[in-house]
């Protein structure tokens, strides 16, 4: 029986966040996804979800739309396995860099994620299948699971409102803790940070990371993380812009805080060139920027064999569906140091699921279904949030 697909519906949502999220290189309050329904030949749907960042992987959404409507289109019309194998192959085969030449991770992704949403649908398969395809022993239930907790990442240009969420949670039990600096007022932010959970911290009860989301240069980055290196920080992540990772050699010449990268990381061969230069303390994996949960496995297996820490980053205002993309990934990544995401309704009163996926008290992972990714997409709200008219494409 053949697996062929026979249409792809791409639907570009728009809904307000329930409160403005702040970096060094962006601020947004509105939440703007991609998501596609791939339908099979045997009646089998399947969703996946991206969210393209110009600053992060050079694609924007109507740069994915126009390739999803293309290229992507085109790939799906020859995309016709008669095995689960081949299906796996056929997806994993599919294109990180577009026909120019330009990164087109982020439109992968959704189009991943879909094909495999469905397929493993079609078939009654659990994502166990899929790992046991890559080859890596070490990836494939539970992973991370049983130990995993979601941090809690304090994204406000507001000092005030930073604290008053490190308090919230505290209290409600969450111990990993991330901190969006490279502002003016960066020490007072950590400072403020540090009053709220420096006893968890100094008892090694806690942990504190930060993010400069690529904004210093050596100089700002040595002066700063040597200033704080009385903290027990347990990384930095993206202190330099992506076109000066060489000067990441230096910086670890000069400081000893680990350094996670995410802007720098999108594809293996970016893995490739940051352990090549010897800068690969940890990697911030995230599903939609990697080109899917696929690639972002096969990123988890080099970091694992190289020793590289890994971190599952999130989109802000990413839907259920990606959310749960990330707790696959967590279920199937031993190891993994830090967890992102999952936030729910304390983002956004707004979904596509039947059932909201959000983590649970203290950070821990949200309880998903067998089928696909594990989530189940309303029609209802998915027309609801979608800008205009979905796409129609007939294969």
Excluded at 16 to 28: D, M, Q, W
Excluded at 228 to 254: A, F, N
Excluded at 274 to 283: K, R
Aim: aromatic residues 6%; contains cysteine.
């Amino acid at each position: 029986m053949t697996l062929a697909v026979k249409r792809m519906t791409i639907y570009p949502l728009s809904f307000p966040l329930g409160r403005k999220v702040s970096h060094a290189t962006s601020e947004r309050a509105v939440s703007e996804p991609i998501v596609v329904a791939v339908e099979l030949m045997n009646g089998a749907v399947g969703y996946g979800e991206t969210l393209p960042r110009e600053y992060v992987t050079g694609e924007t959404n109507a740069s994915v739309i126009e390739l999803l409507q293309g290229e992507f289109a085109r790939e799906l019309l020859a995309f016709s396995p008669r095995s689960f194998p081949e299906a796996l192959e056929a997806i994993d085969a599919l294109p990180s860099i577009d026909e120019g030449g330009m990164n087109c991770s982020a439109a992968r992704a959704c189009v991943e994620l879909a094909l495999l949403d469905a397929v493993l649908r079609s078939g009654n398969r659990s994502l166990d299948s899929v790992v046991g395809w890559l080859g890596d022993p070490r990836l494939g239930t539970p992973g991370s699971a049983r130990t995993a907790r979601f941090s809690m990442v304090l994204a406000s240009d507001s000092i005030e409102s930073n604290v008053r969420s490190a308090r919230l949670a505290k209290w409600a039990g969450f111990r990993n803790f991330k901190l969006k600096v490279g502002m003016s007022d960066d020490d007072a932010r950590v400072e403020s940070i540090v009053r709220v959970i420096g006893r968890l911290l100094s008892r090694g009860k806690a942990t504190l990371r930060l993010d400069a989301n690529g904004v210093w240069d050596v100089e700002q980055a040595v002066e700063f993380l040597n200033r704080w290196r009385h903290l027990p920080l347990s990384g930095i992540e993206q202190p330099l812009p992506r076109s000066k990772d060489r000067d990441l050699v230096e910086l670890k010449k000069r400081c000893d805080v680990p350094v996670f990268h995410d802007e720098s990381l999108s594809t293996i061969e970016d893995a490739e060139r940051l352990y090549e230069l010897g800068v690969a303390d940890g990697f911030n994996i995230r599903v939609s920027k990697c080109g899917g949960l696929l690639a972002a496995l096969k990123l988890a297996s080099f970091a694992i064999k190289r020793n590289i820490q890994t971190q599952l980053g999130c989109m802000v205002g990413e839907t259920s569906l990606l959310s749960a993309a990330g707790v696959r990934f967590i279920q199937m990544t031993p190891g993994v140091r830090f967890c992102e995401g999952s936030f729910g309704p304390l983002l956004s009163r707004h979904d596509i699921a039947q059932k909201r996926v959000r983590f649970t008290w203290a950070g821990s992972l949200p309880k998903l279904h067998e089928r696909g990714l594990g989530v189940d997409v309303s029609s209802e709200l998915l027309l609801q949030l979608t800008k205009g008219k979905p796409i129609v494409i007939e294969l």
